[in-house]
Nanobody, 117 residues
Framework: QVQLVESGGGLVQAGGSLRLSCASS????????MGWYRQAPGKERELVAR???????NYADSVKGRFTISRDNAKNTVYLQMNSLKPEDTAVYYC???????????WGQGTQVTVSS
């Protein structure tokens, strides 16, 4: 497993942008899938976006066309660029890393994103 540290959250007005970063303690080039999840108050944690080792990506329907996930293997960091933010994007955003070699996936501590209307 690896240690993951998220940053970049904050308060933004609707229509604004934020970029979240997830720094890994280990080489992300060897990690099969890295993703961003979010959890709003009273709701279950949900997948926002994920990126595989080969660079393929998947997005939740609610963020398609607005969010972009990317990875920089040299910096061992994964990013989530969030544009055209909406109040319903308000949540704690968590970074996740998965490898079939690990017993459990790794999670970061989360970063709060608040979008005001």
């Amino acid at each position: 497993q690896v240690q993951l540290v998220e940053s970049g959250g904050g308060l933004v007005q609707a229509g604004g942008s934020l970029r979240l970063s997830c720094a890994s303690s280990g080489r992300i080039s060897s990690i099969n899938v890295m993703g961003w999840y979010r959890q709003a108050p009273g709701k279950e944690r949900e997948l926002v976006a994920r990126i595989s080792r080969d660079g393929s990506t998947n997005y939740a329907d609610s963020v398609k066309g607005r969010f972009t996930i990317s990875r920089d293997n040299a910096k061992n960091t994964v990013y989530l660029q969030m544009n055209s933010l909406k109040p319903e994007d308000t949540a704690v955003y968590y970074c996740n890393a998965y490898s079939p070699l690990w017993a459990l996936p790794s999670w970061g501590q989360g970063t709060q994103v608040t979008v005001s209307s």
